[in-house]
């Protein structure tokens, strides 16, 4: 699935009744061995600052309705010995260690549970669910990429009112690496695998847009191109090298500002190539930097 942000398309606010779940639950109705391995009386497993539980109709009350009222709990239903069940469900475990304790994750196991999994209307494993303040607020079956399930976890803290910054995504760290040490294949390979992941990825946009410019200023002598250039305005491709360089050179305003005067002097296949070009050279600051933002509107007004 592409995006596990799911709404009525599995279920709607309120659809998923608990209140049948709801009731005491006497500590002599706990089972002694939870049915995955983890503790079953609502304190973290081990692993530190985990906050991991396993759920049974005993305990749902107390780990998941009572839990969810005082932070996030994400409920997984999987079963041990189904192979998607049995990949993701560490994936979730780590991320919940990242968490620190901001949110719960209860694992219900379908087989043990049947009906617990029959109230969440579970049709098939993994699935997972968030429940806030009490009442489910979003859902989404099957496996997802890890960069999506981390935007789903942040708008899931975000509905329960906890604030939690992201950890970097270490294969960013490593497309780095290989940027800076001039290994461009393996730098442009690596950035386009999150934007694969995550197509929204700013920081993986702007390293992919780098890996471009390190490659066409490849062997060009700054002085050189900059020179040819000032000597052939109205020269494409002499003046998109030179853009190239300036922005390495720390000079993107100036960079701007020359592609911006081509566009008012170009026009047709040449326009769109300067233009394309630098909208490529923007991805590389971000969209809040007050100098895109001026050198966009200065590409607005050079256009209509």
């Known amino acids: 699935m592409s995006d596990p942000r799911i709404t009525s398309s599995i279920f709607t606010r309120g659809a998923v009744d608990l209140s049948t779940l709801r009731g005491p639950a006497p500590a002599s109705s706990r089972p002694g061995t939870p049915p995955q391995g983890g503790p079953s009386n609502g304190a973290p497993a081990a692993g530190g600052d985990t906050a991991i539980v396993d759920v049974t109709e005993a305990t749902i009350q107390s780990d998941v309705l009572e839990r969810s009222m005082a932070m996030p709990v994400v409920v997984f239903f999987g079963a041990a010995g189904f192979p998607e069940s049995d990949e993701f469900a560490p994936v979730l475990e780590r991320l919940n260690a990242e968490g620190g304790g901001s949110w719960v994750l ?13 109230m969440f209307r579970v049709q098939g494993i993994p699935m997972v669910y968030a429940v806030v303040g009490g009442q489910p607020v979003d859902a989404f079956s099957g496996v997802v990429p890890e960069a999506q399930l981390r935007q789903w976890l942040q708008a899931v803290l975000k509905a329960g009112g906890v604030t939690v910054a992201e950890p970097e995504d270490p294969r960013l760290d490593e497309a780095d690496d290989a940027l800076m040490s001039g290994d461009l294949d393996a730098a442009e390979q690596a950035y386009r695998k999150i934007l694969a992941d995550a197509p929204a990825d700013a920081a993986a946009t702007a390293g992919l847009a780098q890996v471009g410019v390190a490659r066409r200023v490849a ?3 700054p002085a050189t191109a900059l020179a040819a250039a000032e000597s052939a305005p109205d020269d494409v491709a002499a003046q998109l090298l030179a853009a190239d360089i300036e922005v390495l050179s720390g000079l993107a305003e100036q960079a701007y500002s020359r592609l911006v005067g081509l566009v ?3 026009a047709g296949e040449d326009r769109e190539t300067v233009r394309q070009h630098l909208v490529s050279l923007f991805s590389i600051a971000g969209p809040d930097d007050p100098a895109v933002a001026s050198a966009r509107r200065a590409l607005a007004s050079a256009l209509f």
Do not use: K, L, M
């Open 219 to 221: 062997g060009a002598d």
């Open 106 to 118: 209860a694992r219900v196991d379908v087989q043990e549970n049947p009906r617990i999994a029959q």
């Open 264 to 266: 008012r002097r170009t």
